[in-house]
């Protein structure tokens, strides 16, 4: 469902006086049509940052170091306005001209770790391949040891919440049809805390949760055991 008929079902489920003529377009909505607009938004934007990790909102990444630079923002690292987050345990290092042939993957370490390792005596002028990567409070990258020369790195991230806009303006294809109903059902609980309506809200919970629980499922990376001590 497209922005415009996600307001117009969620009229429809909330039983609001005119649900029965669908509404045509979004721009100069008012009143409760404008609310409810607004509802969707927030709805989507609720289901897109309720987990740190959905599997759609990842993206890869791939971009060169330079020779002794060791922090690199989200631009620097080729990621445009789309950027939300890194994806902590996804990265790798290779020579470049190499095709990958010495491709390593590196540990992440918390900053301030790292801060303490990496960026303290003469681990300052420290120059070889990369082996570490961190997060700093920016969400710039960081690379221990500094980059004795270009290496090709290769990550993930996570991309930043979107709210629709356009009346064609829809969640991204690789979100499941099957779970768009929970956009509306969130909303349902928008309104009925608005307009004192407990059934509304307590239909649009037990809904929302019911398919907030499939989509961890479907949704969030699997846990697996880990290999033995010894």
Not at 197 to 207: I, K, L, S, W
Request: hydrophobic share 35%; aromatic share 14%.
């Amino acid at each position: 469902m497209n922005y415009l008929q996600l307001i117009n079902r969620l009229r429809v489920e909330c039983g609001v006086s005119g649900a029965s003529t669908p509404l045509i377009t979004v721009t100069g909505l008012t009143g409760e049509s404008y609310r409810m607009a607004s509802w969707i938004n927030s709805a989507w934007v609720d289901v897109q940052t309720a987990k740190e990790d959905w599997q759609w909102m990842r993206n890869p990444v791939e971009f060169n170091t330079v020779t002794q630079q060791q922090i690199y923002t989200p631009t620097q690292a080729g990621v445009g306005s789309t950027f939300g987050n890194w994806k902590r345990d996804s990265w790798r290092a290779s020579s470049v001209g190499q095709n990958y042939k010495d491709e390593q993957l590196m540990n992440y370490m918390d900053y301030t770790t790292f801060r303490n390792l990496y960026m303290y005596g003469n681990m300052r002028t420290t120059y070889a391949r990369p082996v570490v990567v961190t997060v700093d409070p920016d969400k710039n990258l960081g690379f221990g040891s500094i980059p004795d020369q270009p290496y090709v790195i290769v990550g993930e991230y996570y991309v930043q919440p979107t709210e629709f806009a356009l009346a064609t303006d829809a969640p991204p294809t690789v979100f499941p049809d099957r779970f768009q109903m929970m956009i509306v059902y969130r909303a349902m609980m928008f309104y009925g805390g608005y307009e004192s309506a407990p059934e509304v809200y307590q239909r649009g919970e037990f809904e929302f949760k019911r398919l907030m629980n499939r989509l961890d499922i479907d949704q969030l990376p699997t846990v697996v055991s880990g290999p033995p001590l010894a």
